[in-house]
């Protein structure tokens, strides 16, 4: 299949800066593929869309504040993202202008302290989540100054091994100093943002538990605890899986056809109870419907021929046309970059004309895009 096919035109002012302002107000662009159907619902309505017995998998990754900011002994400043702890001290980090650099050379953490508006500065009632934000400063005591660190040696595409001064575990330290990993389309200032804040409860789905991902399962963003209950009362059952999503899940097809196209591969695991209730539902035919295209690309993983089982592996499998679904019924997701791996997906959900209908469709009406827009039900 040729990438031009999965590519189109997208207005700039269609890419969501912000998320709505409540979750589930987000618009819901319900698509049915027996009758080539499309309306459009606010995503509180998904619990009315869906049937009694459902299954809805949702990707329960918990997003690190993986951006930090390192400071120079010169006083110069540059931008890291974390990637992976792979043994105590030593991370796997991707670092932009850092320039010359040397085993000796030794940097350090800046911290983004919460001013009074954060909700970890103890925001009073009615005050604004986000209004002021968060603000990188150094703190002058130098007993409380954060660790600093040294690179121990460069690899690919801007990826660095670093070694931190500290015990403290990467998870631990980048709670405290980073901010969201929000991806590049998604435009905020490079020191602090009155929006910082508020990213850090939006850019996080509210079932988020297992810490480990760079960027947020999106799909998962328009759920409240209002909504959730309402799947419970209409019997709408929920399993949970982990994916730790990483850039990767950003990285534009760039080969001239989705075989020449170099997956990334990402970590995941199924426990026992969402094994069980994936093989339940099937057994028993009804819907299982993946909560976003990193829980598809789990429950595709799995063999077609056999039970799922308990596990802990990886995933590069590629979806795209022409796919023969073996366990997802439907799917729930938001509205994707073109030339993706993730409209391919889609794609492959619908048919490749019905996704180039579906889109054209969300254009006119002028839904908002990528990771902080809306979101659509795919039957």
Known sequence: MRTDELDFHLPPHLIAQEPARDRPGSRLLHYRREDRSITHRRFSDLPSLLREGDLLVFNNARVV??????????????EGLFLSQWEPRRWSVLLKNVG???????????RFFPSPGHPGA??????????PGLHPNPRPDNREREPELRIISQGDEGQF????ETDEDAISLLERIGRMP??????????????DAADRERYQTVYARESGSVAAPTAGLHFDPAVLQQLDDRGIERAFLTLHVGMGTFKPVTADTLEGHDMHVERYSIDGACAEQINSAKSEGRRVIAVGTTAARVIESQPADQPIAPRNGETGIFIYPPYSWNHVS?????????????IALVAAMVGLDEQRRIYAEAITQHYRFFSYGDSSLLE
């Open 65 to 78: 504040p993986a951006r930090f900011y390192l400071t120079k002994s010169t006083g110069g400043r540059f």
């Open 100 to 110: 010359a650099w040397s085993p000796e050379s030794r940097y350090r953490f800046e």
């Open 122 to 131: 103890g925001r009073g009632e009615g005050q604004s989540p986000i209004d």
């Open 161 to 164: 091994t670093i070694e931190v």
């Open 182 to 195: 929000l991806p590049p389309y998604i435009q905020r200032d490079k020191r602090s943002d009155p929006r």
């Open 330 to 342: 439907a799917l729930l997701t938001n509205f994707h970059l073109p030339r993706s791996t993730l």
